[in-house]
């Protein structure tokens, strides 16, 4: 039973660029989570989905947006990367449930994007 | 605006347990206290959850005070691969994370 799986694993872009990170939710899950993850920090919740829409969102500008595919799985979008977006991309999935904040997160390893 | 607070580090010695101490003061009638924990290189990983009870599984103990106000995690037997950072978070609609507490483990 896959875990969820992040791709690529690292990435280098130049200022001004876009970006596009994937990610595929643990086998039965339907909710996909985005955070960011500075050298030293916490993880930083972007933003959710479920039923292929954004659910929540964090204090992030909208250079960084979403999609959720019908497969439950998902991608984030970083649009002008500037140095300062360069952290671990952290996707993590959960089943929504009947109260989805009872419900764990799975997390992947996250994707090292370096921003030169 | 983290709405936990934790110290920002801990030692303990290898095969004695460990208590992570939490604080959510702020904490709401709804919020679920979950506690995840971060290796190098890793994703974090769940650990235990709960909303009022104390809780337990194969990984660690949960014991939440009576209050809500406070948890604490309890690792009954910490191994060197225990070493990690631990983030206590309530989960209410936002998943907020603070900067947890680094578990250092001396053999």
């Known amino acids: 039973d896959a875990g969820v799986t992040q791709s690529p694993t690292h990435l280098i872009k130049t200022r001004g660029q876009q970006v596009t990170l994937r990610c595929s939710p643990k086998?039965?899950?339907?909710?996909v989570s985005w955070y960011q993850q500075a050298l030293g920090q916490g993880p930083q919740f972007i933003f959710q989905?479920?039923?292929?829409?954004?659910?929540q969102r964090g204090n992030f500008p909208d250079r960084f947006s979403g999609h959720q595919y019908p497969n439950y799985s998902s991608e984030l979008n970083v649009n002008a990367l500037l140095l300062g977006d360069s952290a671990l991309y952290l996707c993590a999935s959960s089943l929504r449930g009947c109260h989805p904040s009872n419900q764990p997160q799975h997390f992947g390893d996250g994707t090292r994007l370096s921003i030169l | 605006d983290a709405k936990t607070t934790q110290p920002n580090s801990m030692e303990s010695n290898e095969e004695e347990p460990v208590h992570l101490p939490c604080n959510h003061s702020t904490i709401s009638g709804t919020d679920y206290i979950h506690w995840y924990r971060q290796l190098p290189s890793q994703g974090p990983e769940y650990v235990i959850h709960?909303?009022?009870s104390n809780v337990n599984n194969r990984m660690a103990s949960l014991a939440i005070a009576e209050d809500r106000k406070s948890s604490t995690l309890i690792l009954h037997r910490a191994t060197l691969r225990d070493a990690a950072v631990y983030y206590c978070i309530l989960i209410d609609d936002k998943i907020i994370f603070g900067k947890g507490t680094r578990l250092h483990i001396l053999p």
């Open positions: 709960g909303l009022t």
């Open positions: 989905y479920y039923e292929e829409e954004e659910r």
């Open positions: 086998s039965g899950h339907d909710t």
